[in-house]
């Protein structure tokens, strides 16, 4: 979080994960002394603006199957080389598109049945492109 910057969104990670906090002043002294590294700063900021728009377009989605889509596409796209089998348990997708988890059981129904997605024990893995058929492209 930003310093002076009132909080918007409540985050929750999908698993265990560690956050690294740095200084203002530690970072300007690092990329004065490291100017390659502004570039990959910016990009790495404008993936997480991009990630986090994306993430308030998917909760704007009322109905629960395109909902839970959406989320599942995010998290294709900004995991760490999942390749389409996401580490993730039915309450942790509740968890990600703030719907119980009755639902995304529920709303995951239809995607399995037509093959874009299957649960063996805590992964689910993606077909994207059929996925893709059932939410609009723009909300993830």
Same mark, same amino acid.
């Given at each position: 979080?930003?310093?002076?910057? &009132? !909080?918007?969104?409540? @985050?929750? +990670?999908?698993?265990?994960?560690?956050?690294?906090? =740095?200084?203002?002043?530690?970072?300007?002294? @690092?990329?004065?002394?490291?100017?390659?590294?502004?570039?990959?700063?910016?990009?790495?900021?404008?993936?997480?603006? !991009? #990630?986090?728009? +994306?993430? @308030?377009?998917?909760?704007?989605?009322?109905?629960?199957?395109? !909902?839970?889509?959406?989320?599942? #596409?995010?998290?294709?796209?900004? /995991?760490? /080389?999942?390749?389409?089998? %996401?580490?993730?348990?039915? +309450?942790?997708?509740?968890?990600?598109?703030? %719907?119980?988890?009755?639902? =995304? %059981?529920?709303?995951?129904?239809?995607? &399995?049945?037509?093959?874009? =997605?299957?649960?063996?024990?805590? =992964? %689910?893995? #993606? @077909?994207? &492109?059929?996925?893709?058929? !059932?939410?609009?492209?723009?909300?993830?």
């Amino acid at each position: 979080m930003l310093p002076g910057l &009132e !909080r918007r969104l409540q @985050v929750s +990670a999908g698993r265990v994960s560690t956050l690294l906090r =740095v200084s203002s002043t530690a970072l300007q002294q @690092v990329t004065e002394a490291h100017t390659q590294m502004l570039p990959h700063l910016a990009a790495m900021t404008s993936e997480n603006m !991009r #990630l986090a728009i +994306a993430t @308030v377009s998917s909760l704007r989605l009322r109905d629960p199957p395109e !909902r839970v889509a959406s989320c599942l #596409l995010r998290q294709a796209v900004s /995991g760490p /080389g999942w390749n389409n089998s %996401i580490p993730i348990r039915q +309450a942790g997708l509740a968890s990600i598109a703030c %719907i119980s988890r009755r639902r =995304v %059981i529920s709303a995951l129904h239809e995607p &399995e049945e037509i093959g874009a =997605v299957s649960r063996p024990t805590l =992964v %689910i893995n #993606l @077909v994207p &492109e059929l996925l893709l058929q !059932r939410t609009d492209a723009r909300s993830y």
